[in-house]
């Protein structure tokens, strides 16, 4: 029998989804271009513990919460 391992989904919260949106807002005045803009802000958000990734031990955790940035600044653009 095999086991699989649940996978759940990382979703952004409304509070986080709100200081993106507001992050983005204010950088997309700027000269910097999307990518820029986007590591900056996966960059903020890690740093200032808007996400916590604490448990994050091989990157997944990370790697999917980069994604759902991507994914959420790519709708607001």
Do not use: V
């Given at each position: 029998m095999k086991?699989?391992?649940k996978i759940t989904k990382m979703?952004?919260?409304t509070t986080q989804k709100n200081h993106i949106?507001?992050?983005y807002d204010a950088l997309?005045?700027?000269d910097k271009e999307f990518e820029e803009i986007y590591e900056m802000i996966v960059d903020h958000c890690v740093d200032e513990y808007i996400v916590d990734l604490s448990d994050d031990e091989?990157?997944?955790l990370y790697e999917e919460f980069s994604n759902e940035v991507?994914?959420?600044l790519e709708?607001?653009?």
């Open positions: 086991h699989w391992k979703e952004l919260t949106q507001d992050q997309k005045q700027t091989d990157g997944d991507w994914d959420f709708n607001i653009k």
